[in-house]
């Protein structure tokens, strides 16, 4: 990714995918998963892995981060951390095809969810945890799994056709 | 030759003698009769025709302006559609900030109205977004009320992250959101906090309460954030189990049904300890 393909197209083009986002969960009220993180892993599997996509990865973090209460950074350091991890396991494992991708995207994905419940038990929750919170916490993360995979598959083939014509 | 010039002299004169016969008798023109005879059905069929032409042309250019009147006709019911439709819009806030105020007479404090501009519905964070922030006046761990239904009014959470011009609202099903609360039949005490979904658990109800579902919740005001009375929700079931063995624990169901708010009420004021 360079500058300018920042710029002019992953920028904006997430900026419209959170516009979208905006509009579905106001419109049906229907959470649809975690959009902004499966833009960003589907964005970071097609392009040619560098510093300027930490830069990207910050930014849709920080977004995302935005539906979360005061840790929008550290929403944006969490994203950094999950391309340092995709950065090196695409090098150690080797992923070439979609297959392989396949499986890396559903591992990145349950380690997201689960830096994500990290960040919520230790920052963000200010009670005691109990059974019910952590069955509730699981069942939503298991939902957010679920569509989130869904959205990476969708946007892998969008931004295939967009960007790599 | 001379023959033929001089029949055609007297045919000359005769046709002149005629026309002057017929002139002093009818008062008409034989030559515009001539002309008449030949010429009518061209008059006619030109003037049909010109007529006919004339007509499609005017009825074209009325067809155009007819156009042109019906697309403004429209414009312009569209037009009057969206203001009728904002005037009832405009109505409908003022009716509900007109029952909300009659409502919250009994509550001392000033209100600050405020529209809901995002639900993110994340599972992880209940939270509204509103369109008023620290230049309305508002600040952290201000109550958030809104009206449920228009028959009461009703407590949906707390501020928790000021801007400039909009907030955040910590949701009362949300796992972070914890008040002290009173069962209103019987004013025993307890700890609401959110469950996630939408409903809310009532913690550390001491074991010998009478907590029955049905049973209205209310804020005792006892945490210095809430002021006392606002309502709550309704108990949906108890807990037969003590907790730790020495509390019951009963299941909240908010009386507003958060997301299909569009207006919600703040209520400005400060905790009454600091925090």
């Known amino acids: ?165 | 030759m001379r023959f033929k010039k001089s029949v055609i002299v007297l045919f000359i004169f005769i046709f002149v003698f005629i026309c002057g016969v017929l002139y002093g008798i009818k008062g008409g023109n034989i030559f515009s009769e001539l002309l008449g005879i030949f010429f009518s059905p061209v008059w006619k069929s030109g003037t049909y025709i010109s007529d006919k032409f004339r007509k499609f042309f005017s009825d074209y250019l009325f067809l155009v302006n007819l156009k042109k009147e019906n697309q403004r006709l429209k414009e312009e019911i569209l037009f009057l559609k969206s203001q009728l439709n904002y005037y009832k819009e405009r109505e409908k806030i003022y009716r509900k900030l007109e029952k909300f105020y009659k409502l919250s007479l009994p509550i001392k404090y000033p209100k600050i109205a405020a529209r809901i501009i995002y639900r993110p519905l994340d599972p992880f964070s209940r939270v509204i977004f509103i369109d008023k922030g620290s230049k309305d006046g508002l600040s952290s761990q201000m109550p958030v009320l809104a009206s449920a239904g228009g028959k009461a009014v009703a407590l949906i959470g707390q501020v928790v992250e000021v801007h400039r011009t909009w907030s955040k609202v910590l949701l009362l099903t949300d796992p972070s959101f914890a008040a002290d609360v009173k069962i209103q039949r019987t004013g025993d005490r307890g700890i609401l906090k959110g469950k996630g979904g939408n409903m809310c658990f009532l913690d550390y109800l001491p074991s010998y309460a009478d907590v029955k579902k049905g049973d209205i919740v209310i804020t005792s005001g006892q945490d210095a954030l809430f002021p006392p009375g606002l309502l709550i929700g309704h108990i949906v079931s108890v807990n037969k189990k003590l907790v730790q063995g020495l509390f019951k624990r009963a299941y909240v169901k908010p009386i507003v049904n958060i997301y299909n708010l569009d207006i919600v009420f703040i209520l400005i004021k400060l905790p009454q300890i600091p925090l």
Do not use: Q
Not at chain 1, 60 to 84: A, H, K, S, Y
Not at chain 1, 89 to 97: A, L, M, S, T, V
């Open chain 1, 1 to 165: 990714m360079t500058f300018k393909e920042l710029i002019l197209f992953f920028l904006p083009f997430s900026i419209l995918i959170y516009a979208f986002k905006i509009f579905l969960t106001n419109s049906i009220l229907f959470y649809p998963g975690d959009i902004l993180f499966a833009l960003a892993i589907a964005s970071i599997s097609l392009i040619s892995f560098n510093k300027v996509c930490y830069i990207y990865l910050f930014f849709t973090g920080l977004l995302r981060g935005l539906d979360l209460i005061n840790i929008e950074i550290l929403m944006g350091l969490c994203f950094v951390g999950i391309g340092f991890l995709w950065e090196h396991f695409e090098r150690y494992f080797e992923i070439k095809n979609f297959e392989s991708r396949l499986m890396l995207w559903f591992i990145i994905l349950v380690i997201y969810e689960f830096v994500n419940l990290i960040i919520l038990l230790i920052f963000k929750l200010r009670t005691e945890i109990e059974f019910f919170i952590i069955i509730n916490l699981l069942m939503h993360s298991f939902l957010n799994i679920l569509l989130t995979y869904i959205w990476i598959l969708f946007f892998y083939y969008l931004i295939k056709k967009l960007y790599l014509k």
